[in-house]
């Protein structure tokens, strides 16, 4: 992790706290110095939330209500409060139980961030505007039982933006930028996103074949400049995997 870079929000995770998601009831407040679960804080009533759609034993996404059916799947580095319920790394959220996500503890995604120079020699990169939220999002999504993150990646931008695996051959480089927590503002206290980000750059000929178009979760697409006041526009914390993609592309010589 770089320190230096800002939208660092996955560090205190600010919209995972703060962040009101449309489902979701009010969360309890939980002050910065508070996140930790290392600190003491007797007064923390979080509010008990799952949505119904997870509830429903019909959902073959989610996790069973009873976390003890699930428990063996966890790493030892995921820790448990006493009643067993699998605890978020980076601390308090003011929500416990699952809210809308499916698993309990960790909830692995896979995300394309795609970018280009223009001829102007902007940076650009390929967002979607995301249903739920109405931000725009780098394309990407939950991976599949037994799925890679890479065939996620692939899946996730056809659904989305209707790229195809011809689209993304000879990129000019491709590699990973980031695994790890996702600030996303669905998270709770024992359910959360984790996610691996691909960083795929076209140069601009190939980009200009793309024929993007926005499905499943994305309501619109565009090919957005990087600059600093469209990148906090982003969800969840994309703002700072767009800072390492950034970074990305000064490493290989680029911008
Ligand atoms: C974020 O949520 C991930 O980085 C990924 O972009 C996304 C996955 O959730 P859905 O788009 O499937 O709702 O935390």
Redesign the pocket.
């Known amino acids: 992790m770089n320190k230096d870079l800002p939208f660092q929000n996955h560090i205190h995770h600010l919209k995972s706290r703060t962040q009101k998601h449309a489902s979701y009831p009010d969360r309890f407040w939980v002050p910065d110095e508070m996140v930790s679960w290392d600190i003491d804080f007797p007064e923390y009533r979080p509010v008990n939330y799952t949505s119904p759609k997870v509830l429903d034993p019909s959902t073959s996404w989610a996790d069973p209500a009873d976390v003890a059916k699930i428990r063996s799947r966890f790493s030892s580095t995921i820790k448990l409060n006493a009643s067993g319920f699998p605890l978020n790394p980076i601390g308090r959220t003011g929500i416990c139980s699952r809210g809308v996500i499916g698993k309990w503890g960790p909830n692995f995604?896979?995300?394309g961030l795609i970018t280009t120079i223009n001829p102007q020699g902007k940076i650009l990169v390929l967002a979607i505007t995301?249903s739920?939220t109405g931000e725009y999002?780098?394309?990407?999504?939950?991976v599949d039982p037994g799925e890679s993150p890479i065939a996620t990646r692939n899946r996730?931008l056809e659904e989305?933006i209707s790229l195809s695996v011809d689209d993304l051959k000879n990129p000019v480089f491709e590699n990973i930028i980031y695994t790890g927590y996702?600030?996303?503002p669905?998270n709770t206290d024992n359910a959360w996103?984790e996610?691996t980000?691909f960083h795929s750059h076209f140069n601009f000929e190939a980009a200009s074949n793309m024929k993007p178009k926005a499905g499943d979760?994305a309501v619109d697409f565009s090919w957005l400049e990087l600059s600093n006041g469209n990148i906090s526009k982003f969800?969840?914390?994309?703002p700072y995997?767009l800072m390492l993609a950034l970074e990305n592309l000064k490493k290989h010589g680029i911008s």
Request: proline letters at 4%.
């Open positions: 995604a896979a995300d995301r739920d999002a780098i394309p990407g999504g939950m996730e989305e996702g600030d996303d669905r996103m996610t980000v979760d969800f969840s914390s994309h995997f």
